[in-house]
């Protein structure tokens, strides 16, 4: 066994580099921060990911293979990759339904009001207000426990510009689990869908992170960026069963790390 592991490990890595990644992102730079913050901010958990922005503006991503795909912040402000998104609904959907995962953030409700892509029976409606606080529904969710325990202080005063922590607070939706929201307003919901999952969000923390308006309001962001990161891809990752074929990929990964 051992003499195969070793040929494996030794194609492994001549072809990694060439590999998809278990992530793929969209990442914009919107014109109210100007900045793409998704990527930079994955970089710094080390978290390989691929960068699939142009293939949704050219209308034909695909997303087999990818276990996360991870929309950036008002990434919707840019009609082509709003319009793809909907035009790909099928793709998304069929992506869950086998087991991925899609977290969207913050879009302004001028961009993406409805989000027309969701499966039928799930709805989420975006809207203008601008929210201060978070109050978590869920506090033993994994989202506010790992690795980082979140109290609601934590989302206070998170600034960027003249907006507050919940920038374009969701107004209605159905289907789905709440986990946060802010009064009569939704702020983080959560949907199972076939063999994976959906979270909706009226958070921003890629964008606050990498541009907030003063250091805490980045390292919070950035706190809570980890946990996102950790309740829906690492330890996602961790929890997956370890048949034969893992167990050997997982040795080939590791030979090739050192």
């Excluded at 990527?39 to 996360?68: C, R, S």
């Excluded at 082509?80 to 995962?101: C, M, P, R, W, Y």
């Excluded at 962001?221 to 050997?248: C, R, T, W």
């Amino acid at each position: 066994m051992k003499p195969m592991i070793s040929t494996l490990a030794f194609l492994f890595c001549l072809t990694m580099t060439a590999m998809a990644a278990d992530v793929a992102i969209i990442d914009y730079a919107d014109q109210w921060t100007q900045v793409k913050a998704l990527g930079p901010t994955l970089n710094e958990m080390k978290i390989k990911y691929d960068d699939i922005t142009d293939d949704v503006m050219k209308g034909n991503f695909q997303l087999a293979g990818y276990k996360l795909f991870f929309i950036c912040s008002m990434a919707t402000n840019n009609s082509t990759i709003h319009s793809n998104l909907d035009g790909n609904a099928k793709v998304i959907q069929d992506f869950v339904k086998e087991g991925g995962i899609v977290i969207e953030p913050t879009q302004a409700d001028q961009n993406e009001a409805n989000v027309d892509w969701l499966p039928k029976g799930l709805t989420c409606v975006r809207s203008d207000p601008d929210l201060t606080t978070v109050e978590i529904v869920k506090p033993d969710h994994p989202l506010f426990n790992t690795p980082n325990k979140l109290k609601e202080d934590d989302f206070l005063n998170w600034k960027y510009k003249g907006w507050p922590t919940v920038w374009e607070s969701i107004a209605s939706q159905s289907g789905f689990d709440v986990l946060a929201k802010s009064g009569d307003r939704f702020v983080i919901l959560e949907a199972e869908y076939g063999k994976g999952k959906l979270v909706m969000m009226a958070l921003a923390p890629d964008k606050y992170h990498v541009v907030g308006n003063d250091d805490y309001t980045k390292k919070q962001a950035f706190l809570f960026f980890e946990n996102l990161m950790h309740a829906y891809y690492l330890d996602v990752l961790a929890l997956q069963p370890k048949g034969k074929v893992s167990l050997i990929w997982a040795e080939l990964k590791l030979t090739c790390r050192r």
